[in-house]
């Protein structure tokens, strides 16, 4: 299974909201990560994960909150978002070449299109 | 300042001919180049990868090169179909930066039949 999943595909948030987005992969990747893409641009790294741990945050405002309940999955909390927040969210994992580095291709998933009101 | 550049937005070629496409980069010291495709409203799909010390690397009709004396990239795309149309990124991979994945501002081809 070579599949990063990923719910919902589609979320619209009011302002107030809190909500949740899901990531999920069974391929015994110990790196994730979560990307933010705006239209028409690449994707921007927001966070990543190293055997459950946060390795890497690149200066995220809070109302961005990640988790790693365990080597599967990988959630991304949002409240409190703003409508410029609003992007599709990719997440990706890949095989570490030692702890805490990665130099391996990465699997995306289909990325949760989030349109934040 | 770092910079990592695609050479345009867009390309148009003719199908049938050889698409090339440049990455080039400013100030920064790669261990590895990837590139990527993307089709609308999905997440990058891998395509290959070249490491610092390799000049060429080929998969089917792919090839890409790696000169980090010019700091540049180049991915070819042989015998050219429609379904290659897609926007295609390159993407540095830096040492010790936990897997970070720098990303070009993509090429987006368009192959006519």
């Known amino acids: 299974d070579t599949e990063v999943t990923q719910t919902p595909k589609h979320l619209v948030m009011g302002m107030t909201n809190k909500k949740s987005l899901k990531c999920e992969q069974h391929?015994?990747?110990?790196?994730m990560y979560w990307y933010k893409q705006k239209a028409k641009k690449p994707p921007e790294l927001m966070f990543v994960?190293?055997?459950?741990?946060?390795?890497i945050n690149e200066s995220v405002p809070s109302r961005f909150s990640p988790e790693c309940p365990n080597s599967s999955l990988l959630n991304l909390h949002l409240h409190a978002l703003q409508p410029e927040d609003s992007a599709l969210y990719l997440c990706a994992s890949s095989q570490e070449n030692e702890v805490g580095h990665s130099y391996n291709e990465q699997f995306f998933g289909p990325g949760t299109r989030l349109t934040v009101l | 300042s770092q910079k990592i550049e695609q050479n345009s937005e867009a390309l148009n070629i003719q199908e049938g001919k050889t698409a090339t496409l440049t990455c080039n980069y400013t100030n920064y010291s790669p261990a590895y180049l990837q590139w990527y495709r993307q089709d609308p409203g999905r997440g990058p799909v891998f395509l290959l990868l070249?490491?610092?010390?390799?000049k060429e690397k080929r998969k089917e009709r792919l090839k890409v090169t790696f000169d980090t004396t010019l700091k540049q990239s180049l991915f070819h795309i042989t015998a050219s179909q429609p379904a290659d149309s897609a926007t295609y990124l390159c993407?540095?991979?830096?040492?010790?930066?936990?897997?970070?994945?720098?990303f070009g501002q993509g090429t987006e081809l368009s192959v006519k039949p």
């Open positions: 993407a540095l991979v830096l040492y010790n930066q936990g897997g970070k994945l720098i």
């Open positions: 994960y190293s055997y459950e741990k946060l390795s």
């Open positions: 070249i490491r610092e010390n390799e």
């Open positions: 391929m015994g990747h110990r790196a």
